[in-house]
Nanobody
Framework: QVQLVESGGGLVQAGGSLRLSCAAS????????MGWFRQAPGKEREFVAT????????YYADSVKGRFTISRDNAKNTVYLQMNSVKPEDTAVYYC?????????????WGQGTQVTVSS
């Protein structure tokens, strides 16, 4: 069973950058597709990005395309979310999860989340 722990969140100014990490435990990480979601206060959890088990395929929400990059290092059991040109509307708790695609019900394991706050 994979366990996921996010880190790297914090306070950043609009236009700045932040890199989130998601460390996974368990022997199945390298065979697992992974994704990032986020949830802002008072809003539903929304899809951000997903990456295939081998890193060859990625898919992004339109709202972050061209600004965020998902990547992974299977040797380190870690998936990353590089966030560039951040906007106040990117403020949310960010979660990594195991699965593929934009639907949250395609994911079976979730981390606890890391808070990202973008100041204007």
């Amino acid at each position: 069973q994979v366990q996921l722990v996010e880190s790297g969140g914090g306070l950043v100014q609009a236009g700045g950058s932040l890199r989130l990490s998601c460390a996974a435990s368990g022997r199945t990480f390298s065979n697992s597709d992974m994704g990032w979601f986020r949830q802002a206060p008072g809003k539903e959890r929304e899809f951000v990005a997903t990456i295939s088990w081998n890193g060859r395929s990625t898919y992004y929400a339109d709202s972050v395309k061209g600004r965020f990059t998902i990547s992974r290092d299977n040797a380190k059991n870690t998936v990353y979310l590089q966030m560039n040109s951040v906007k106040p509307e990117d403020t949310a708790v960010y979660y990594c999860a195991r699965g593929w695609g934009p639907r949250s019900d395609n994911y079976d394991t979730w981390g606890q989340g890391t808070q990202v706050t973008v100041s204007s």
